[in-house]
């Protein structure tokens, strides 16, 4: 093989197919990735084995063939190189040759015919949806998947589409602490399937997800699903990924069925609060004391070992008085990726499920479950 490409393309490629590159696997061959030399493209893959990452640029090939390289080094190596190209030959044995400018390097790969097939590639695709609506609705939910393999099903994103004309993505996760969901129509269909799709998502291919749908320029991505499989195409990356089998728990219960809210506040200004409020809060849970009352809203701390930390935001208040004490990360972390700056605060009392919301609840919302205080000694 033997083939000069744009360095900033193969760069790119390697970039966005790094995550599935553990440097730590038993399997050698997984953390290596396979190049394709043929008719003007170079293909790479690489694949983590539950997610599988197809991609390609264009390229002036001399001599076709197939090769694999360290994916970790071979991306660190040619980060480094200072030329516009990069010629990559494939020498003796495994051993690829990598020059650009003045710059040499030989790396030892292994056997192109070890490298794991990546499975659904050529799956069909259903539907088109918009890039940019796409990657904000799985921001907006990304902060509440859980991380506790003990309950591995809370570790995903869990995805309905449904819709007639339109297609209708509803996006849920949840840590059994907090729940965020949103919601959008959007796109188009290319084959209605007869039922509607609801499956899981993997955190880290719902992560490497809205990396690839941030750094892409297209306009819409196309989404293929099987009985096991998310098909993404997103511009000439194809990315495959299994999805988690299991029963996702009926989040409708935890969401309040009547929503009055009892605070309407601007949501930067409180994440503002909130952060310099939490710098006196624990840092393994950093609860902070609100109270709603005609004063406005009070975010408050105290931290036995530090000290003590209030401040008092403007608010439009909609109750006499509330006092709650809630997770200030899990806040912030709801406000950031809140499709709205105005920001909507549901709570039938202190000790009751906090929603968050723009007003739109069937757009989106967040629910906090109240830390409970702890009970005063008696005198």
Known sequence: MKLTCNLSDIVSLLRNS??????????????????????????????????????????????????????????EILRELSGETVEITQADNQNVKIQSGGSK?????????????????????????PREDFETLLREVIPSIGDDQSRFILNTVRAEISGTTTPKLRLVSTNGHRLSMAEKSMGTWRSKPENDHKIMIAK???????????????????????????????????????????????????????LAAQMEIDGPQFAEALRRVAVMAE????????????????????????????????????????????????????????????????????????????????RWLTVIMPINKPNKAAA
Do not use: W
Not at 307 to 315: I, K, S
């Open 204 to 258: 880290k291919a719902a992560t490497l997800i809205v990396k690839l749908l941030g750094e892409s320029d297209q306009v819409t991505v196309g989404v293929g699903i099987t009985t096991n499989l998310l098909v993404l195409q997103i511009g000439s990356v194809r990315l495959a990924s299994r999805l988690v089998d299991g029963n996702y728990p009926n989040y409708n219960q935890v969401i309040p069925k009547k």
């Open 283 to 362: 840092s393994t849970s950093p609860a902070v004391d609100l109270t709603l009352s005609a004063d406005g809203l009070k975010v408050e701390t105290q931290n036995p070992n530090l000290g003590t930390a209030n401040e008092t935001l403007a608010a439009t208040i909609g109750v006499e008085r509330l006092e709650t004490r809630l997770n200030a990360r899990y806040l912030i972390e709801s406000i950031q990726t809140a499709p709205s700056q105005n920001i909507r605060f549901h709570m039938e009392d202190g000790l009751k499920p906090c929603v968050l919301t723009n007003g739109d609840v069937s």
């Open 18 to 75: 790094a995550a599935l590159l553990d440097a730590k696997t038993t399997l050698p061959i997984s953390g290596h990735i396979l190049l394709t030399a043929q008719e003007n493209l170079l293909t790479i893959q690489a694949t983590d084995l539950e997610t599988g990452f197809q991609g390609s640029c264009e390229a002036k090939i001399k001599t076709p063939g197939t090769v694999t390289l360290p994916g970790k080094k071979a991306l």
């Open 105 to 129: 390097f030989t790396i030892q790969g292994l056997p192109p015919n070890e490298f794991p097939s990546i499975h659904g590639l050529d799956t069909p695709l259903e539907l088109d949806l």
